[in-house]
């Protein structure tokens, strides 16, 4: 219905039912469509964030994406368990069980020809050399029944199709990202963000910030600012509310990589400070937040990532020492204002 209003250039407002719901007493449908019609001649109808039609094709894309993804990561693990409970043991001595070397023997183990242990020597590659007993330790005693491989081989097939697919939607997407380019350079200009980051956030939010009026509002809409429950005095749940089920992840991830980077320890600071006081996990939040404010501030302005606080973390070393020898006569200062003697 949208689809189709929005091609006649109809303006169409999809509110949340949270912010419209009637009154009391008037349940009914011809009650409730009355007083949605009063609220809206008045402006007190919030439209919902409805990207334009290109970002929502794009946003489709790339959470089909998402979706094989975790399909593939649960094909990889279903592969693996199937050697386990065939008594083979060998994702504890790989540290890929889906490399060169694995995979051989993975193959090996799951054809027609009888055990060899030298063949399977024979098919380990580099550094795997040196753990030849190890291998052949995880590999003793298993026995696979014909069921079994036919099993491994349509869960094999299975993985393959998919990463098939994967490969077919990222040409698609990378065909209809092309007039974003500019808007994905800008945004990898920050800490942790990837092409396929960037393509995830703009599939999401799209790259014109005047929809969400405020970065606050954006935060919020992604849900990741915490709650405001309070009623009588009393603070109840903080908790941050479960929007955002696709941005959200994907700013977590970046915010985990971003705090891990030594080049750039801009985002680190910040997290090991939070994190002595609120945790580890709400640290991982605010810092998530904290890179969707700056997406924010980049895509409205054009501006390459560079925080007005930036010079405090990467300052020289002589300006360090400098700034302490004058916090330390501050701080003289202060006691000797205070009746005090320092010597």
């Given at each position: 219905?949208?689809?189709?209003l929005?091609?006649r ?6 509110a949340?039912?949270?912010?419209v719901?009637a ?9 409730d469509?009355k ?15 409805i990207?334009?039609k ?7 894309l ?7 993804t975790?399909?593939k ?13 065939c008594n ?37 590659q ?5 753990k030849v007993?190890d ?12 069921e ?5 081989g ?30 994905i ?5 920050i800490?942790?963000?990837d ?7 703009i599939?999401?939010i ?8 405020s970065?606050?509002r954006l935060c919020c ?10 009623s009588?005095g009393k603070k ?5 509310s ?13 915010a985990?990589?971003t ?10 600071l910040?997290?090991?400070r ?5 945790g ?7 810092i998530?937040r ?11 302005t ?8 930036l ?9 360090k020492?400098?700034?302490l020898q004058k ?12 009746g005090?003697k320092?010597?």
């Amino acid at each position: 219905m949208f689809n189709i209003l929005e091609k006649r250039g109809i303006r169409v407002v999809i509110a949340n039912p949270k912010w419209v719901k009637a009154v009391k007493g008037n349940k009914d449908d011809t009650k409730d469509s009355k007083w949605i019609g009063d609220l809206f001649r008045i402006g007190l109808v919030k439209s919902s964030f409805i990207p334009a039609k290109d970002i929502r094709i794009l946003r489709e894309l790339t959470r089909y994406r998402y979706k094989l993804t975790l399909m593939k990561s649960s094909e990889k693990n279903r592969f693996q368990n199937a050697f386990t409970v065939c008594n083979v043991a060998l994702d504890s001595v790989v540290s890929d069980m889906f490399g060169k070397s694995a995979t051989a023997i993975t193959d090996y183990l799951t054809s027609d020809e009888d055990f060899d242990p030298q063949h399977c020597i024979s098919l380990l590659q580099r550094s795997l050399k040196k753990k030849v007993d190890d291998v052949l330790a995880s590999i003793e005693g298993y026995e696979i029944t014909p069921e079994q491989k036919y099993r491994i081989g349509i869960v094999r097939d299975h993985l393959h199709y998919i990463e098939k697919l994967i490969e077919q939607v990222d040409i698609c997407i990378n065909a209809m990202v092309e007039k974003y380019d500019g808007a994905i350079s800008l945004l990898c200009t920050i800490p942790g963000i990837d092409r396929s980051s960037a393509i995830t956030v703009i599939s999401e939010i799209g790259v014109d910030m005047a929809q969400f009026g405020s970065s606050k509002r954006l935060c919020c809409w992604a849900g990741l600012t915490p709650g405001n429950n309070e009623s009588a005095g009393k603070k109840k749940s903080v908790r941050i509310s479960r929007a955002g089920v696709y941005l959200k992840p994907a700013l977590v991830q970046v915010a985990h990589a971003t705090v891990k980077d030594k080049l750039n320890p801009y985002y680190a600071l910040k997290y090991e400070r939070i994190a002595k006081r609120r945790g580890k996990k709400r640290a991982i939040i605010a810092i998530a937040r904290m890179i969707l404010t700056a997406i924010f501030s980049m895509l409205s302005t054009g501006e390459i990532w560079k925080p007005v606080d930036l010079f405090k973390v990467d300052m020289p070393k002589h300006l360090k020492e400098q700034q302490l020898q004058k916090a330390v006569k501050q701080a003289v200062r202060f006691l000797e204002a205070q009746g005090l003697k320092v010597s």
